[in-house]
């Protein structure tokens, strides 16, 4: 099994940071692509920053120049550096792993922006 555990959620203030980690443990062989995603209250849940095994990043278009996805693959684990935030950056974020094709999903972190 494998296990992820997010962390660095909470309340701020537009404008303010927010550094999300997630670790994960377990059955760990190579880990490929590496994820975060959110999902805010009556909206689907969109893809917000993933990262590749060669450090190849991708970005949704609303977080291009606020968001920095990181990994360290030394202790399995993927960031999220969140800068400039805003109301609308309000949701569950949760992270996500690719590892032998099967994908895997933390229990997700809430990150409240208030204006």
């Known amino acids: 099994q494998v296990q992820l555990v997010e962390s660095g959620g909470g309340l701020v203030q537009a404008g303010g940071s927010l550094r999300l980690s997630c670790a994960a443990s377990?059955?760990?062989?190579?880990?490929?692509?590496m994820g975060w995603y959110r999902q805010a209250p009556g909206k689907q849940r969109e893809l917000v920053a993933t990262?590749?095994?060669?450090?190849?990043?991708n970005y949704a278009d609303s977080v291009k120049g606020r968001f920095t996805i990181s990994r360290d693959n030394a202790k399995n684990t993927v960031y999220l550096q969140m800068d400039s935030l805003k109301p609308e950056d309000t949701a569950v974020y949760y992270c996500?792993?690719?590892?032998?094709?099967?994908?895997?999903w933390g229990q997700g972190t809430q990150v409240t922006v208030s204006s």
């Open positions: 377990g059955r760990i062989f190579r880990i490929n692509t």
């Open positions: 996500n792993l690719e590892m032998l094709r099967v994908f895997y």
């Open positions: 990262i590749t095994s060669g450090d190849t990043t």
